[in-house]
């Protein structure tokens, strides 16, 4: 189990990278700066959240039952950061509601792990 949440999250991580590249250098001259900025919101979380996958590897590693919130983790990259670049590159208002399910996944995932944590004698 840990080993997927460390590939996943260095695929979200360096994905992230190559997102926000393209974004600055691909995507600048045809979206607006506002879209060009939803974009970018998608690449911080899908980066902060890619990195928090490590960090609940590590965790795990010590005995933390974080299988669960891991995959909470990835599901609120696939649901808020997802929904962004769809919502940003192809005007999909659509997907408007389906951003904060991400945002929910990612508090849920946060929380669970802090009660895990807690729970847990190290």
């Known amino acids: 189990m ?3 949440m460390l590939v996943l999250g ?5 994905f992230a990278v190559i997102l ?11 979206l607006s700066s506002a879209s060009l900025q939803v974009f970018q919101t998608g690449v911080q979380y899908q980066m902060y959240h890619g ?3 490590i960090l609940f590897a590590l965790v795990a590693k010590q ?5 669960g919130p891991a995959a909470l983790l990835v599901a609120g990259i ?4 997802g929904s962004l670049y769809l919502l940003s590159t192809l005007g999909w ?3 408007g509601p389906i951003t904060p ?4 996944c990612f508090i849920g995932a946060w929380v669970w792990f802090v009660v895990q944590v807690s729970r847990t004698e190290f």
Do not use: C
């Open 51 to 53: 990195l928090a996958l």
């Open 101 to 104: 399910l991400g945002g929910v």
């Open 78 to 81: 696939v649901l808020f950061s």
């Open 63 to 67: 005995g933390v039952a974080l299988v």
């Open 93 to 95: 208002k659509w997907l």
């Open 2 to 4: 840990i080993k997927w």
């Open 20 to 30: 926000g590249a393209f974004a600055a250098h691909g995507l600048k001259a045809t």
């Open 10 to 14: 260095a695929a979200f991580a360096g």
